[in-house]
Nanobody
Framework: EVQLVESGGGLVQAGGSLRLSCVASGFTLHDQAIGWFRQAPGKERETDGVSCISTRDVFTYYADSVKGRFTISSDSAKNTVYLQMNNLKPEDTAVYYC????????????????????WGQGTQVTVSS
């Protein structure tokens, strides 16, 4: 059974940092790309993911809104993907969801909801001004 479990969310002041973790089970990181999507309060989940990693191809993707501030990485031994978020802004406030994606989802325009194979339960990130 494919399962994704996120952790690491919390409340932080603007300019602060958080590291999200996504532990995968039921598959290996070499089989699927992993992406992060977010859903701001009162809004629909964003169709486009903010970041994506293909561990097999050693390829990463970042949306313009997070480029230079977020870093995605993976630890194959732990079957875990991390999202290091620095210089957080109030507009980053959202529930962050990790998702298993089709292997090529990180390429081109980046990960989108139709590329998602399986979702995690989400972790809340709140950035105060």
């Amino acid at each position: 059974e494919v399962q994704l479990v996120e952790s690491g969310g919390g409340l932080v002041q603007a300019g602060g940092s958080l590291r999200l973790s996504c532990v995968a089970s039921g598959f290996t990181l070499h089989d699927q790309a992993i992406g992060w999507f977010r859903q701001a309060p009162g809004k629909e989940r964003e169709t486009d993911g903010v970041s994506c990693i293909s561990t097999r191809d050693v390829f990463t993707y970042y949306a313009d809104s997070v480029k230079g501030r977020f870093t995605i990485s993976s630890d194959s031994a732990k079957n875990t993907v991390y999202l290091q978020m620095n210089n957080l802004k109030p507009e980053d406030t959202a529930v962050y969801y990790c998702a298993a994606l089709y292997p090529m989802a990180c390429y081109g325009p980046g990960p989108r909801i139709p590329d998602v194979v399986s979702w995690g339960q989400g972790t809340q990130v709140t950035v105060s001004s």
